[in-house]
């Protein structure tokens, strides 16, 4: 651009006396130009507010905030995080409501998550969460809409995220007669366990501990799912890292991903990577999150626990991963492995052993990681437990 300027104006620079004159008079313009070109080479499309040209004496305006009250009619920008989350949660008879994008929500309740699809008559509910805060959660749809709750969906079969749903069908009944049957959405893989967890009684009827699905999806492929005008699309994870049955929810049209327990946004993974049943697979879920079959497809993650996640997230947890794994591997290096016969038994040996390790490894990660929520909760020494084995397993 600057060069197209000095092109066009040259022929009338004739005498050099005018061509300092001019180039003193460009000068504040070229550096407006070199600002807006620098600006927009880092620009994201996605992400990012148009930029306008910066004149010499002006300010940019700061950023997006990256914390924000939450709002149940204010789209959330991709990066931002809800403020103050750890004290919201901590009363759980109050819900907090996030709208994400025209027809999607984010509800969390008492530290964990669910994910609320709002289509032209009804309501979807993805995880009905655990018994005692369903109360909270159905106030929480209430806030958004009138329109009745008529579908819940399950991404995995654990009581903590799924446990309420019986609880939810009894409100459903009470609020919205018009709802004559609630459907239930899950994978073939959901609802085998689900049977597979039902209780006997002694006439030998089983029951099961959350209402059946009704409307049961093979995952071998991943399916598409119509709630109305909304498709939500169901996809089994490569891995299969936090539990076999785990599901990963995608709603294209608003870019947001339901996959709980595989990230806590802001915070440290739970203790075992949230009791990922597969530590290969957690890592390699992961890295798929990120890859080009579906790293395109959100912005958007709600991991069932933790803040309203990104990709910069799951980039944040890789990399910790990475950063655990590394010190893992120089403890290994450094720490004797003892046998006393004094102990009485070997099992004490690997225990010492092991205790050592992960204690060095929180310590050398404190510089880095030391503000992050958990870190002197004892959860780095159980991540760290969990490489160790992986490392000397495989």
Excluded at 2 to 7: F, G, P, Q, T, V
Excluded at 134 to 151: C, E, H, R
Excluded at 174 to 183: A, D, F
Excluded at 241 to 260: K, Q
Aim: negative net charge; without cysteine; hydrophobic residues 40%.
């Amino acid at each position: 651009m600057i060069y197209l300027i000095l092109i066009y104006l040259f022929p009338h620079l004739m005498r050099r006396e005018k061509m300092k004159r001019f180039t003193f008079a460009l000068a504040p313009i070229t550096a407006a130009l070199l600002s807006f070109n620098a600006g927009a080479a880092n620009h994201n499309h996605s992400h990012d507010q148009q930029r306008a040209i910066v004149f010499p004496g002006e300010t940019v305006q700061s950023t997006l905030p990256s914390e924000v009250e939450p709002s149940a009619t204010q789209a959330l920008k991709v990066g931002q995080k809800i403020n103050n989350l750890y004290e919201r949660q901590f009363d759980d008879s109050k819900a907090t409501v996030q709208k994400l994008g025209k027809n999607t929500y984010w509800i969390g309740v008492n530290y964990y998550n669910a994910t609320v699809i709002v289509n032209e008559d009804s309501v979807m509910l993805i995880d009905p969460l655990g018994d005692g805060r369903i109360d909270a959660l159905f106030k929480g749809v209430q806030s958004i809409t009138n329109k009745p709750i008529t579908t819940i969906m399950y991404s995995h079969y654990h009581l903590d995220h799924v446990g309420g749903g019986n609880q939810l069908v009894e409100l459903i009944k009470q609020n919205y007669p018009s709802v004559n049957k609630v459907r239930v959405i899950a994978s073939q893989a959901v609802a085998n366990k689900i049977a597979q967890h039902a209780e006997t009684n002694e006439n030998g009827v089983k029951t099961t501990k959350v209402p059946a699905p009704t409307d049961v999806y093979d995952l071998r492929k991943p399916k598409v799912v119509k709630f109305g005008s909304v498709k939500v699309h169901l996809i089994a994870p490569a891995g299969s890292g936090h539990t076999p049955d785990n599901t990963m929810i995608l709603i294209p049209s608003d870019r947001v991903l339901h996959f709980a327990d595989m990230i806590n946004p802001d915070q440290l993974p739970f203790y075992n990577f949230a009791g990922a049943e597969h530590f290969h697979g957690y890592e390699e879920d992961l890295e798929n999150l990120l890859g080009k079959h579906l790293g395109w497809q959100w912005d958007f993650i709600n991991g069932g626990h933790g803040n309203i996640g990104s990709k910069q997230d799951v980039k944040d947890l890789l990399q910790y991963i990475a950063d655990v794994r590394a010190e893992v591997g120089k403890q290994l290096e450094v720490v004797p492995y003892t046998p006393m016969l004094s102990d009485g038994n070997h099992f004490v040996w690997f225990k010492r052993w092991q205790e050592e390790i992960t204690r060095n490894v929180q310590t050398a990660l404190a510089s880095k990681y030391g503000h992050m929520y958990g870190f002197n909760a004892g959860v780095v020494e159980t991540h760290a437990a969990m490489i160790l084995a992986d490392m000397i397993d495989h």
